[in-house]
């Protein structure tokens, strides 16, 4: 976490800052295209949201751990000191550990509800005994808590210029589509874990099932009916991208260029599995670093763009704000794909 950060975002206790340098190293290490598009936003939101990704990234280290002595015993009892550390920080009364801190810190000054933390620790536990979802429906309850909170907890951070209830289900389908995108590219690997996200269902309609995916994997081999249902899966998270997309109209202008390089950079995984002929189960899927760099580059443009309209606009650090003026709305429509 630069000095600068901390500095704009008003967090001048040293165990603080400490704290929230601690996420920020873990949202570089392990998020990167993430981290990537964070650094578009203004300075005093970024240490917020590397605190949100620090914990996700904490809890989510938990449930996957490769420890050879971390059964799934070990793993739900870390879970549940997790979960009493998260409550005593949210409870204000204090904790050692540098990410619950930071991310108890980040809570209160944006008044994140505190349910949507307790919805993703539900669902990292589930991880540890639900192996398979029948169908989408049945996967989507789990990435309510999963993935779908995380863009609700993003929010109050970013900020709107419309009513934040209006932009709720866009950030929520945007966190679900970044998931999405994860689980066809990481659908191998997963395996390897003992998780099949895919729906049963969808993998049935084309003559799958994680046996033959077992086979494939081990055996080095490409089968059509997989590429078919990874294909299909992929047309699937498309179709949830565009749900979310509306939602980029309606952000704080300032943190637009952040969330719409995010977007086209996931969306970006998804060219690449499907360049590499959906042969995720035996291989990840990578964008180019090039790619990365243009697009990345093109959201520094907005992002100084958007700060040199918005200079000396009004308002709290701590709660950017939403408008429901028609100047507000006028410029929730421009362009922002």
């Keep these: 976490m630069t000095g600068r950060e901390l500095d704009a975002a008003g967090i001048t206790d040293p165990v603080l ?191 799958v099932d994680r046996e033959l995916m077992r086979r494939c994997r081990d055996a080095g081999r490409q089968d059509r009916r997989v590429r078919d249902a990874l294909r299909e899966f992929e047309a699937l998270t498309r179709r949830v991208y565009r749900e979310a997309r509306p939602g980029l109209a309606m952000l704080d202008p300032l943190s637009r260029p952040c969330i719409r390089t995010a977007y086209i950079l996931y969306g970006n995984i998804l060219d690449a599995v499907a360049r590499d002929g959906h042969a995720a189960l035996h291989r990840r899927a990578v964008v180019p670093r090039r790619r990365r760099a243009t697009v990345a580059a093109g959201g520094l443009v907005r992002a100084v763009a958007a700060r040199a309209r918005h200079r000396g606009r009004p308002g709290p650090v701590h709660a950017p704000p939403h408008s429901t003026t028609p100047a507000a709305r006028a410029a929730a429509s421009e362009e922002v794909v």
């Design 17 to 207: 800052r400490a704290a929230y340098h601690r996420c920020r190293e873990l949202n570089a290490t392990h998020g990167k295209t993430y981290f990537l598009a964070t650094r578009l936003l203004p300075a005093e939101r970024r240490p917020a949201v590397h605190a949100l990704y620090g914990f996700a990234r904490w809890a989510d280290d938990i449930v996957d751990s490769t420890d050879p002595g971390a059964d799934d015993g070990l793993r739900g009892a870390r879970l549940t000191a997790l979960q009493r550390r998260l409550d005593e920080g949210l409870r204000q009364e204090g904790d050692s550990e540098p990410v619950v801190t930071a991310l108890a810190d980040t809570a209160r000054r944006y008044a994140i509800d505190h349910r949507h933390f307790r919805d993703f620790m539900t669902a990292m536990r589930s991880d540890l005994v639900v192996t398979d979802y029948p169908s989408y429906a049945d996967l989507l309850r789990y990435m309510h808590g999963s993935a779908a909170v995380i863009g609700l907890q993003m929010l109050p951070v970013l900020g709107t210029v419309v009513p934040r209830a209006e932009a709720e289900p866009h950030a929520a389908a945007l966190g679900v589509a970044f998931q999405l995108t994860n689980f066809l590219r990481d659908v191998g690997e997963d395996l390897d874990r003992g998780r099949v996200y895919l729906p049963a269902d969808l993998l049935a309609a084309h003559g």
